[in-house]
Nanobody
Framework: VQLVESGGGLVQAGGSLRLSCAAS????????MGWFRQAPGKEREFVAT????????YYTDSVKGRFTASRDNAKKTVYLQMTSLKPEDTAVYYC????????????????WGQGTQVTVSS
């Protein structure tokens, strides 16, 4: 599975962005998907995960109520809608695919995109 993120950019605090992650290769709907982020000098952290059908999602506490993960299996794309952005959301955002169940740990994900930069100014 090849993954390509897009949609990052520079936004003011309180603004919104929608990240997309387009997949190619093996059957996209076989995979649960995750979103992670990594800020400079910090470890990669879990943001959100969505199961293969899109019916179950799970978020880290810091983004609950602000971020929404969704997917369109026909388009082989997963999305992360981000609202009420804060400067602490600034990071490189990665999407990842796992053939197992939804998971918060990076080690369980088999495929990763190259990342897209999100910068939130105060």
């Amino acid at each position: 599975v090849q993954l390509v993120e897009s949609g990052g950019g520079l936004v003011q605090a309180g603004g919104s962005l929608r990240l997309s992650c387009a997949a190619s290769g093996r059957t996209f709907s076989n995979y649960a998907m995750g979103w992670f982020r990594q800020a400079p000098g910090k470890e990669r952290e879990f943001v959100a995960t969505i199961n293969w059908s899109g019916t179950n999602t799970y978020y880290t506490d810091s983004v609950k109520g602000r971020f929404t993960a969704s997917r369109d299996n026909a388009k082989k794309t997963v999305y992360l809608q981000m609202t009420s952005l804060k400067p602490e959301d600034t990071a490189v955002y990665y999407c990842a695919a796992t053939a197992t169940y939804t998971n918060t740990a990076p080690k369980f994900y088999d495929y990763w995109g190259q990342g897209t930069q999100v910068t939130v100014s105060s």
